[in-house]
Protein backbone atom coordinates (compact mmCIF):
# COMPACT_ATOMS: atom_id res chain seq x y z
CA UNK A 1 0.00 0.00 0.00
CA UNK A 2 1.09 3.35 -0.53
CA UNK A 3 2.37 5.39 2.00
CA UNK A 4 -0.52 8.16 2.75
CA UNK A 5 -1.62 9.08 5.83
CA UNK A 6 -4.60 11.43 6.48
CA UNK A 7 -5.52 13.27 9.86
CA UNK A 8 -8.03 13.34 11.47
CA UNK A 9 -9.68 10.61 10.29
CA UNK A 10 -13.00 11.36 12.02
CA UNK A 11 -13.74 15.34 12.60
CA UNK A 12 -17.43 17.36 14.14
CA UNK A 13 -17.29 21.04 14.16
CA UNK A 14 -19.01 23.82 13.70
CA UNK A 15 -20.23 26.07 11.61
CA UNK A 16 -17.78 28.86 11.33
CA UNK A 17 -15.21 27.55 12.23
CA UNK A 18 -11.60 26.87 10.45
CA UNK A 19 -10.22 22.82 9.95
CA UNK A 20 -7.48 21.72 8.63
CA UNK A 21 -6.96 18.23 7.12
CA UNK A 22 -3.35 16.74 6.87
CA UNK A 23 -2.06 14.76 4.15
CA UNK A 24 0.97 13.07 4.82
CA UNK A 25 2.90 10.74 2.01
CA UNK A 26 6.37 9.10 2.49
CA UNK A 27 6.46 8.24 -1.43
CA UNK A 28 7.85 11.48 -2.40
CA UNK A 29 5.65 11.50 -5.18
CA UNK A 30 5.02 14.97 -7.03
CA UNK A 31 1.50 15.39 -7.33
CA UNK A 32 -1.05 15.48 -4.60
CA UNK A 33 -4.58 16.32 -4.59
CA UNK A 34 -7.74 16.38 -2.50
CA UNK A 35 -11.02 15.20 -3.68
CA UNK A 36 -14.17 15.39 -1.95
CA UNK A 37 -17.16 12.63 -1.87
CA UNK A 38 -20.95 12.92 -1.41
CA UNK A 39 -23.34 10.73 -2.71
CA UNK A 40 -24.85 11.36 -6.25
CA UNK A 41 -21.48 13.54 -7.26
CA UNK A 42 -18.88 11.17 -6.37
CA UNK A 43 -15.29 12.50 -6.38
CA UNK A 44 -14.60 15.98 -7.00
CA UNK A 45 -11.24 17.31 -7.40
CA UNK A 46 -10.79 20.44 -4.91
CA UNK A 47 -7.72 21.36 -5.34
CA UNK A 48 -4.00 19.86 -6.39
CA UNK A 49 -0.42 20.75 -6.11
CA UNK A 50 2.56 19.22 -8.59
CA UNK A 51 5.19 20.27 -6.61
CA UNK A 52 6.83 22.65 -3.33
CA UNK A 53 4.45 25.17 -3.15
CA UNK A 54 2.85 24.94 -6.78
CA UNK A 55 -1.00 24.37 -7.07
CA UNK A 56 -3.83 24.45 -8.45
CA UNK A 57 -7.65 24.85 -8.42
CA UNK A 58 -10.07 22.18 -9.00
CA UNK A 59 -13.57 21.78 -9.86
CA UNK A 60 -14.54 22.31 -6.61
CA UNK A 61 -12.98 25.01 -4.80
CA UNK A 62 -14.38 27.87 -3.29
CA UNK A 63 -14.31 27.68 0.43
CA UNK A 64 -11.08 25.97 0.67
CA UNK A 65 -7.39 26.39 0.54
CA UNK A 66 -4.58 24.75 0.44
CA UNK A 67 -0.43 24.62 0.88
CA UNK A 68 2.37 22.39 0.54
CA UNK A 69 5.25 23.54 2.11
CA UNK A 70 7.28 20.47 2.04
CA UNK A 71 6.71 17.48 -0.74
CA UNK A 72 5.73 15.03 2.02
CA UNK A 73 2.55 17.46 3.60
CA UNK A 74 -0.29 18.78 1.56
CA UNK A 75 -2.94 20.79 3.64
CA UNK A 76 -6.42 21.54 3.08
CA UNK A 77 -7.71 24.22 5.37
CA UNK A 78 -11.56 25.15 5.16
CA UNK A 79 -11.40 29.07 6.88
CA UNK A 80 -14.58 28.82 8.06
CA UNK A 81 -16.39 25.86 7.28
CA UNK A 82 -20.16 25.67 6.56
CA UNK A 83 -22.08 22.41 6.49
CA UNK A 84 -22.18 21.93 2.93
CA UNK A 85 -18.92 21.18 3.36
CA UNK A 86 -19.76 17.81 5.77
CA UNK A 87 -18.21 15.45 3.02
CA UNK A 88 -15.55 12.80 3.14
CA UNK A 89 -12.41 14.07 2.15
CA UNK A 90 -9.36 11.87 0.19
CA UNK A 91 -6.48 12.80 -0.17
CA UNK A 92 -4.51 11.13 -3.18
CA UNK A 93 -0.80 11.10 -4.77
CA UNK A 94 0.56 10.44 -7.89
CA UNK A 95 4.06 10.48 -9.85
CA UNK A 96 5.07 11.67 -13.02
CA UNK A 97 4.89 8.76 -15.77
CA UNK A 98 2.65 6.67 -14.27
CA UNK A 99 -0.53 7.62 -16.70
CA UNK A 100 -3.75 8.24 -14.56
CA UNK A 101 -2.26 5.85 -11.38
CA UNK A 102 -3.32 7.42 -8.09
CA UNK A 103 -3.08 6.45 -4.93
CA UNK A 104 -5.91 7.30 -2.04
CA UNK A 105 -5.38 7.63 1.37
CA UNK A 106 -7.89 6.27 3.87
CA UNK A 107 -10.62 9.49 3.45
CA UNK A 108 -11.07 12.12 6.82
CA UNK A 109 -15.01 12.24 7.45
CA UNK A 110 -15.95 15.63 8.25
CA UNK A 111 -19.23 17.31 9.73
CA UNK A 112 -20.30 20.42 10.25
CA UNK A 113 -22.85 20.72 12.59
CA UNK B 1 -13.70 21.54 -19.36
CA UNK B 2 -13.25 17.39 -18.70
CA UNK B 3 -16.65 15.80 -18.10
CA UNK B 4 -17.49 12.05 -17.91
CA UNK B 5 -20.79 9.83 -18.26
CA UNK B 6 -20.92 6.80 -16.42
CA UNK B 7 -24.85 4.82 -15.62
CA UNK B 8 -25.50 4.90 -12.00
CA UNK B 9 -25.86 1.66 -10.93
CA UNK B 10 -25.68 -1.88 -12.90
CA UNK B 11 -26.93 -4.94 -11.35
CA UNK B 12 -26.26 -8.77 -12.26
CA UNK B 13 -25.86 -12.08 -11.68
CA UNK B 14 -22.68 -13.90 -9.76
CA UNK B 15 -20.72 -15.95 -12.27
CA UNK B 16 -21.62 -13.83 -14.80
CA UNK B 17 -20.28 -11.05 -17.34
CA UNK B 18 -21.05 -7.18 -16.66
CA UNK B 19 -19.70 -4.13 -18.58
CA UNK B 20 -19.76 -0.87 -17.80
CA UNK B 21 -19.31 2.38 -19.98
CA UNK B 22 -18.19 5.32 -19.86
CA UNK B 23 -17.83 8.09 -22.23
CA UNK B 24 -15.72 11.52 -21.52
CA UNK B 25 -15.02 14.66 -22.99
CA UNK B 26 -11.98 16.57 -22.21
CA UNK B 27 -9.59 19.14 -24.20
CA UNK B 28 -6.84 16.67 -24.62
CA UNK B 29 -5.99 13.12 -23.82
CA UNK B 30 -3.50 11.38 -21.53
CA UNK B 31 -5.69 8.03 -21.00
CA UNK B 32 -8.79 6.73 -19.13
CA UNK B 33 -8.37 4.42 -15.58
CA UNK B 34 -10.88 2.51 -13.80
CA UNK B 35 -11.04 2.20 -9.59
CA UNK B 36 -12.79 0.63 -7.46
CA UNK B 37 -14.56 1.63 -4.30
CA UNK B 38 -16.11 -1.03 -1.41
CA UNK B 39 -18.52 0.85 1.29
CA UNK B 40 -16.48 2.58 3.52
CA UNK B 41 -12.94 2.24 1.43
CA UNK B 42 -11.00 4.55 -0.53
CA UNK B 43 -10.49 3.67 -4.08
CA UNK B 44 -7.83 1.93 -5.35
CA UNK B 45 -6.72 1.65 -8.86
CA UNK B 46 -7.84 -1.16 -10.99
CA UNK B 47 -7.02 -0.25 -14.74
CA UNK B 48 -5.24 2.31 -17.32
CA UNK B 49 -5.91 2.27 -20.99
CA UNK B 50 -3.40 4.61 -22.84
CA UNK B 51 -4.17 3.53 -26.24
CA UNK B 52 -7.17 1.53 -27.93
CA UNK B 53 -7.56 -1.54 -27.57
CA UNK B 54 -8.64 -4.20 -24.63
CA UNK B 55 -6.11 -4.43 -21.02
CA UNK B 56 -6.71 -7.76 -19.22
CA UNK B 57 -5.89 -8.25 -15.73
CA UNK B 58 -7.23 -11.65 -14.52
CA UNK B 59 -10.91 -11.14 -14.57
CA UNK B 60 -11.23 -7.56 -15.31
CA UNK B 61 -10.96 -5.83 -18.45
CA UNK B 62 -10.91 -2.45 -19.60
CA UNK B 63 -11.18 -1.27 -23.44
CA UNK B 64 -10.71 2.26 -24.52
CA UNK B 65 -11.53 3.89 -28.21
CA UNK B 66 -10.10 7.74 -28.42
CA UNK B 67 -12.19 8.14 -31.85
CA UNK B 68 -15.73 7.72 -30.22
CA UNK B 69 -14.17 9.18 -26.18
CA UNK B 70 -15.20 6.07 -25.05
CA UNK B 71 -14.22 3.11 -22.81
CA UNK B 72 -15.63 0.25 -20.74
CA UNK B 73 -15.02 -2.00 -17.59
CA UNK B 74 -15.72 -5.76 -18.04
CA UNK B 75 -15.69 -8.25 -15.29
CA UNK B 76 -16.05 -11.53 -15.81
CA UNK B 77 -16.86 -14.42 -13.61
CA UNK B 78 -18.47 -12.13 -11.34
CA UNK B 79 -18.44 -12.44 -7.22
CA UNK B 80 -20.20 -11.42 -4.66
CA UNK B 81 -17.04 -9.65 -3.67
CA UNK B 82 -16.87 -7.30 -6.59
CA UNK B 83 -20.32 -5.59 -5.11
CA UNK B 84 -18.39 -2.06 -4.95
CA UNK B 85 -18.69 1.06 -6.84
CA UNK B 86 -16.35 1.69 -10.10
CA UNK B 87 -15.13 4.89 -11.46
CA UNK B 88 -13.67 5.82 -14.68
CA UNK B 89 -11.04 8.75 -14.88
CA UNK B 90 -9.35 11.07 -17.34
CA UNK B 91 -6.43 13.43 -17.47
CA UNK B 92 -6.63 15.82 -19.81
CA UNK B 93 -4.62 18.94 -21.07
CA UNK B 94 -6.23 20.90 -18.08
CA UNK B 95 -2.83 20.70 -16.34
CA UNK B 96 -2.11 17.62 -14.11
CA UNK B 97 -6.10 17.82 -13.13
CA UNK B 98 -7.39 14.32 -12.68
CA UNK B 99 -11.38 13.66 -13.00
CA UNK B 100 -13.15 11.28 -12.02
CA UNK B 101 -17.33 10.20 -13.48
CA UNK B 102 -20.03 9.70 -10.85
CA UNK B 103 -19.61 6.39 -10.30
CA UNK B 104 -21.29 2.85 -11.16
CA UNK B 105 -22.73 1.51 -7.73
CA UNK B 106 -22.56 -2.50 -9.41
CA UNK B 107 -25.16 -4.89 -7.32
CA UNK B 108 -24.68 -8.64 -7.76
CA UNK B 109 -27.02 -11.01 -7.30
CA UNK B 110 -26.80 -14.55 -6.08
Known amino acids: DAGITQSPRHKVTETGTPVTLRCHQT?????MYWYRQDPGHGLRLIHYSYGVKDTDKGEVSDGYSVSRSKTEDFLLTLESATSSQTSVYFC????????????FGEGSWLTVV | GQSLEQPSEVTAVEGAIVQINCTYQTSGFYGLSWYQQHDGGAPTFLSYNALDGLEETGRFSSFLSRSDSYGYLLLQELQMKDSASYFC???????????FGKGTRLHILP
Open chain 1, 92 to 103: AISETGEGNTIY
Open chain 2, 89 to 99: AVRGLEGDKII
Open chain 1, 27 to 31: ENHRY
